[in-house]
């Protein structure tokens, strides 16, 4: 029992360091978005568990370029509340994949609001510019 304890744990942690994005891709992507722990950090089974239920949450996954090319990350979502995005990547994405189940709408301002388009559904948009958005963004809400 001890043994497959030990062997989650590490399971755990690899998925973990595969999923963390690098800084010059995503600084710190939404302003509401906690930064997932590295995996030197992971103290205690309860912080695993935590680090495991956010991976496991619904997201959207943005990239900069068409056909999801280009600076990417991954943005869990908490449904109902508005992200906004900070910087790095305002009116600079190009490709936005909401996760199965998630109905999204874009703001071309903070705090979602100002010009909106949507629901933008699972598998997403490869081309925002396919549909007037290219590098509009500055914040949504998916439910």
């Known amino acids: 029992m001890k043994t497959s304890a030990i062997f989650v744990a ?5 998925g973990l ?10 600084p710190k992507a939404v302003a ?11 103290l205690s089974g309860s912080r695993i568990r935590r680090c495991i239920e956010e991976r496991q949450s ?4 943005v990239t900069q370029d068409i056909n999801w090319g280009g600076a990417s990350t ?6 109902g509340v508005c992200a906004t995005f900070v910087s790095v990547w ?3 994405i190009t490709s936005f994949g909401p996760d199965a189940g998630l109905s999204c709408h874009l703001f071309d301002l903070n705090g979602c609001t100002g010009e909106s388009i949507g629901p933008i559904v699972s598998p997403g ?18 439910v």
């Open 125 to 142: 948009s490869a081309n925002l510019g396919n549909i007037g958005w290219n590098d509009k963004i500055n914040s949504f809400r998916c």
């Open 17 to 26: 360091a595969v999923a963390v994005p690098t800084p010059e891709a995503s």
């Open 32 to 42: 509401s978005a906690e930064t997932p722990a590295l995996p030197s950090q992971l």
């Open 74 to 79: 991954f943005l869990p979502v908490t449904r």
């Open 58 to 61: 619904s997201g959207v996954f």
């Open 90 to 92: 305002v009116n600079s």
């Open 10 to 14: 590490i399971a755990a942690l690899a």
